[in-house]
């Protein structure tokens, strides 16, 4: 396995199984993954963008990641999974912030329609 390919594997496993806090400080902030971070565009809009509470952004990069993951063959069998978790926690984050949410602001939040929910 290459350097670049460990660094997608991590994070791909640590989008999803770190908090915020830890994702922070080992993920966005960590010098290692940012060495290589500019030559993996995707995956730099795939962490900033849920980082960053783009969820629009980080909804057309999550769909990116899912053909990454389907081509992958360690990852294929468990694509469905890892994005619909993935999904879960972008929707957390954002509830997290409010206390009263309505679906038509979540569907523009996220970029899809109403009955996308």
Excluded: C, W
Excluded at 34 to 39: A, C, F, G, T, Y
């Amino acid at each position: 396995m290459d350097y670049m390919t460990f660094i997608k594997y991590t994070i791909i496993s640590s989008m999803l199984a770190l908090d915020r806090k830890d994702l922070t400080q080992k993920v966005v902030e960590g010098a290692d993954i940012n060495e290589v971070l500019h030559d993996l565009p995707l995956f730099k809009k795939y962490i900033y963008s849920l980082y960053n509470a783009q969820y629009a952004d980080f909804f057309v990069a999550l769909a990116e990641i899912e053909g990454f993951l389907k081509a992958d063959r360690l990852l294929a069998a468990h694509t469905h999974y890892y994005i619909r978790e993935m999904r879960i926690r972008s929707y957390a984050q954002l509830l997290e912030s409010y206390s009263s949410l309505t679906v038509n602001y979540m569907a523009n939040s996220f970029g899809v329609s109403e009955k996308f929910y």
